[in-house]
DNA sequence: GTCCGGGATT
DNA sequence: AATCCCGGAC
């Protein structure tokens, strides 16, 4: 009797979702199969830890410029880091190109259809293998991100997920909730994952407008502790060493950008930010990161 | 000005 | 558990 009702809720849930996806998914340019697996991939690994928006403009001049994984193997790291721009976090860029390469060279330009495989990958963990494995090819796979974590738990649960990594629970959640159907499952994925971009966010979720308000847990249980917890430990950026990585790393791209081959020079490196001390060190780990180098006259440059 | 959102790696 | 970035919303 209880897991009739639950069996029911759920069909609605799975056909109000998959009616409000065909008509309202936003047209990104790798969706709908307009694009490679390649391209597929690109755009998760670019969209990893930055809003879809602001990801279009990037991948499509990145898709132009290297269509395909052999294209990216071959391109220069200043290209790549270059060509990341601002979309932020850059050692997923130099993972991308080291990612391109493997799949050039060891799987013949072909990314691997096989969710292990994929997981070998570099720069891919478990949310883009699976992303991948159902968005570029069609597999049946429960996909969890921190939307689907979100929707799920609110809508089947009538609870806020708990921040930090996925729970067992919550990955059983996303795997029960999976439709048994094939294709059914990959629109189940994308289109949970949307309404949790779009309608069902983090702190204000737009209800008024949510397709599956009528048979959604949260909703009816008054949204217990809405907005209540973060979803994860916020992070300052001012004054942290990821905005001095990101001054230094903008400089140099600026000059890449501009045509100057020659390194930026230790003085003018060391005008960009205050703190010497935490210059120096931040100027080391984008060293170590593989990021930039350091030239015999102590200039920094973007590798070649 | 301050806050918010996002996954991989070590 | 800590580290890695940025732009847009307030």
């Not at 759920?10 to 979702?17: C, I, P, T, W, Y």
């Not at 883009?128 to 609110?154: E, K, P, Y």
């Not at 600026?254 to 120096?280: I, V, Y």
Request: glycine letters at 8%; a positive charge; hydrophobic letters at 40%.
């Amino acid at each position: 009797m209880q897991e009739e009702h639950v069996d029911k809720t759920r069909e609605q849930v799975r056909a109000r979702l998959a009616a409000w996806w065909e008509a309202n998914a936003r047209d990104l340019p790798w969706r709908f199969g307009r694009t490679t697996p390649w391209g597929v991939l690109v755009s998760e690994v670019m969209s990893q830890q930055t809003q879809m928006s602001r990801v279009v403009p990037y991948w499509t001049d990145w898709m132009r410029t290297w269509p395909d994984a052999a294209a990216l193997a071959k391109a220069s790291t200043a290209e790549v880091i270059t060509a990341w721009g601002r979309l932020g976090y850059p050692r997923r860029a130099l993972r991308l190109q080291e990612c391109a390469r493997v799949v050039a060279d060891q799987y013949g330009n072909a990314l691997p259809d096989d969710h292990d495989t994929l997981l070998s990958l570099p720069g891919i963990g478990d949310y883009t293998a699976s992303a991948v494995s159902s968005f570029a090819f069609g597999r049946r796979v429960a996909v969890i991100d921190t939307n689907i974590r979100r929707v799920l738990s609110r809508v089947l649960l009538g609870v806020e997920s708990r921040g930090g990594s996925a729970t067992r629970a919550e990955r059983d959640l996303a795997n029960d909730a999976l439709p048994d159907d094939t294709a059914k499952s990959v629109i189940w994925n994308q289109s949970v994952m949307e309404l949790g971009a779009v309608v069902c966010t983090a702190k204000k979720p737009m209800c008024e407008v949510c397709p599956v308000s009528t048979c959604c847990a949260f909703l009816a249980a008054g949204r217990p502790g809405l907005g209540e917890r973060r979803t994860r430990p916020r992070q300052r950026f001012q004054g942290t060493d990821r905005q001095v990585r990101g001054i230094v790393l903008n400089a140099l791209r600026r000059r890449h950008d501009g045509g100057l081959t020659a390194g930026l020079p230790r003085a003018e490196a060391e005008s960009l930010w205050p703190d010497q001390g935490q210059l120096a060190a931040c100027i080391a780990s984008l060293d170590d990161d593989g990021l930039i180098e350091i030239n015999k006259d102590g200039s920094l440059s973007l590798p070649r």
